[in-house]
């Protein structure tokens, strides 16, 4: 069997131009949401010197939120977002300004307001916290060590 060029399947990138029109099927935001803290998110403007255009800030914002509901990896993450690259460095960036506290914090005010918030129910989860199995390492007693019998 002979296999030319044309039966190969067509390679395509993710980060082509067309990933910023492509249409979120189900968004993690209503558009109330997204316009409530739409100001916090700053859009990259074009420069003169040129380079890829800058992906807008809601589809990484959509795609950020789909990682972190889902629990999936930052490769998993579907071809109708962003570049999973370019999502995980708008999340890291956002993290460090504490966007994402401020954001939050107008969404909460906004869910109290409507009452759709029962402040008596609370959850914990440590999934992510270290499990302390005995003490420190830190903490233990430093003993002298009796020298070997074979000296």
Same mark, same amino acid.
């Given at each position: 069997?002979?296999?030319?060029?044309? @039966? @190969?399947?067509?390679?395509?990138?993710?980060?082509? $131009?067309?990933?910023?029109? #492509?249409?979120?099927?189900? %968004?993690?935001?209503?558009?109330?949401?997204?316009?409530?803290?739409?100001?916090?998110?700053?859009?990259?403007?074009?420069?003169?010197?040129?380079?890829? %255009?800058?992906? $807008?800030?809601?589809?990484?914002?959509? &795609?950020? *939120?789909?990682?972190?509901?889902?629990?999936?990896? @930052?490769?998993?993450?579907? #071809?109708?977002?962003?570049?999973?690259?370019?999502?995980?460095?708008?999340?890291?960036?956002?993290?460090?300004?504490?966007?994402?506290?401020?954001?939050?914090?107008?969404?909460?005010?906004?869910?109290?307001? *409507? &009452?759709?918030?029962? @402040?008596?129910?609370?959850?914990?989860?440590?999934?992510?916290?270290?499990?302390?199995? &005995? $003490?420190?390492?830190?903490?233990?007693?430093?003993?002298?060590? $009796?020298?070997?019998?074979?000296?």
């Amino acid at each position: 069997m002979v296999l030319t060029l044309r @039966w @190969w399947p067509r390679r395509c990138h993710r980060n082509s $131009a067309s990933t910023t029109e #492509r249409t979120i099927r189900n %968004p993690q935001l209503s558009d109330a949401q997204w316009f409530l803290i739409a100001d916090l998110f700053p859009e990259k403007e074009m420069t003169r010197a040129g380079g890829r %255009p800058p992906i $807008a800030a809601r589809p990484c914002l959509e &795609g950020i *939120l789909w990682v972190l509901r889902s629990g999936a990896r @930052w490769k998993d993450l579907p #071809r109708e977002f962003p570049s999973y690259v370019t999502c995980w460095r708008r999340f890291h960036a956002w993290s460090q300004s504490g966007l994402w506290r401020r954001a939050w914090g107008r969404l909460v005010i906004q869910l109290d307001d *409507l &009452g759709q918030i029962d @402040w008596r129910v609370l959850l914990a989860d440590g999934s992510f916290s270290r499990a302390k199995k &005995g $003490a420190l390492r830190s903490a233990w007693v430093a003993r002298e060590k $009796a020298p070997r019998s074979c000296c």
